[in-house]
């Protein structure tokens, strides 16, 4: 019943991901910094929905430890190391979401302080963070396989 429920809550989240990056791409080019960061969101939202639909994790925090469970009922088809590397994929996904939060503060930094620089300058600065912690779990989590 639980596999379910979350199969069914990815399905819902993906679908609002998608209809959120239709209406984005419908609406007028406007040059406005503030587009970047909702896409972002929005890809990886409905790449957290993915996981969600096929994995089905489960978060525990049990004495100061955070575990990850998946009930993945491929898993049993696809070869350990797939398995691994996708696991592997989806806690950097699911970390991406708290990474993303200082990338759009950043930004709202910027437009409050009126920095003189251009808006690639902007945007690079303030998803350096976010793409730096990326590359680092990534890495971290794919020598521990």
């Known amino acids: 019943f639980g596999i379910t429920i ?19 791409g419908k609406t ?34 049990r004495d100061g430890t955070f ?19 996708i696991l592997v994929f989806a806690v950097v996904i699911a970390t991406l979401m708290w990474t993303l939060i200082p990338a759009i503060g950043v930004l709202q930094l910027f437009a409050l302080s009126r920095f003189l620089w251009n808006a690639a300058k902007r945007l690079v600065l303030a998803f350096l963070f ?3 912690c ?3 779990i990534a890495m971290r989590s794919l020598l521990e396989i």
Do not use: W
């Open 134 to 136: 990326s590359i680092l």
């Open 6 to 24: 979350c199969c069914l809550d990815g399905i819902s989240g993906l679908m609002l991901n998608l209809i959120l990056l239709r209406s984005l």
């Open 130 to 132: 976010t793409t730096l």
């Open 28 to 61: 007028a080019r406007a040059e406005n910094l503030y587009r970047v960061p909702i896409y972002v969101s929005a890809i990886q939202g409905g790449l957290l929905c993915i996981v969600l639909i096929v994995f089905c994790p489960c978060h525990i925090f």
């Open 67 to 85: 575990i990850i469970a998946f009930f993945n009922p491929l898993s049993p088809l696809l070869p350990r190391k797939l398995c691994d590397v």
